[in-house]
């Protein structure tokens, strides 16, 4: 078998723009031929690793969308580097600008909005095999309200195959070629209206979306916690 260690560990599949909003100016409609919301698709990989520079020369995408490096304007991707690969180069450049590390265009279909599977390979041998969704629990706002799908955490290798590895991009349209930078979190605590002082012991409790533990601490007042129990000692 083709030895496929070194991909497997520092290639990521990072983003997917799987179901774009329509064409938003002139140039972006002529760029796609019309209303043509597909033509502006792209995937991204992107080199995880800090030190090993990746070659792409006999990878591919076999599966859902088809494109092969060999010969494609990127066949080497250094640490931390991102690469594309992109529907409609023409389209692609009107709404996102030039410069940026496109590969080449995939063929023969779009991707599917409805989420499809994907396969990259190296000769054969597979790298990554996942199908993403646009039904929960995988986020639904990248099918067709802004967002793209983008993999959570990329630097510790999730698994793609689990909807808890993708959220939707923080910026309209997504960051093709740039990444988004840590995952945005936000907190759920719901404090007490009121609570008697000579009452009761209270469980307090507070979750934060990236799924990482909360610690609870008493700022002032009469009150010790022990873990989350909140105890008045007045």
Do not use: C
């Not at 080497?76 to 030039?98: I, S």
Request: hydrophobic letters at 40%; zero cysteines; a negative charge.
């Amino acid at each position: 078998a083709v030895d496929v260690a070194v991909w497997q560990q520092n290639l990521v599949v990072s983003e997917i723009n799987y179901h774009p909003l329509p064409p938003a100016t002139p140039e972006e409609s002529a760029a796609a031929g019309g209303d043509l919301k597909n033509e502006f698709e792209f995937i991204e990989l992107h080199n995880i690793s800090p030190s090993v520079t990746l070659d792409l020369s006999e990878l591919a995408l076999t599966t859902g969308v088809i494109f092969s490096f060999s010969g494609s304007a990127v066949t080497e991707l250094l640490p931390g580097g991102y690469v594309l690969v992109v529907k409609n180069p023409a389209a692609f450049e009107a709404r996102y600008g030039t410069g940026l590390p496109v590969a080449g265009t995939y063929a023969p279909n779009s991707l599917d909005n409805a989420g499809e599977q994907i396969v990259l390979a190296r000769l054969g041998t597979v790298i990554r095999d996942f199908a993403y969704s646009d039904d929960p629990p995988w986020p639904t706002t990248p099918d067709g309200t802004g967002p793209s799908l983008v993999l959570r955490e990329p630097l510790t290798n999730p698994d793609h195959n689990l909807a808890a590895s993708w959220r939707a991009s923080s910026v309209t349209g997504g960051t093709p070629g740039t990444g988004e930078g840590p995952t945005p979190q936000s907190i759920e605590f719901t404090p007490p209206v009121s609570w008697p002082l000579d009452g009761p012991p209270l469980e307090l409790a507070a979750t934060a979306t990236s799924g990482l533990p909360v610690a609870i601490e008493v700022v002032s007042g009469p009150a010790s916690l022990a873990g989350t129990t909140l105890a008045f000692t007045a």
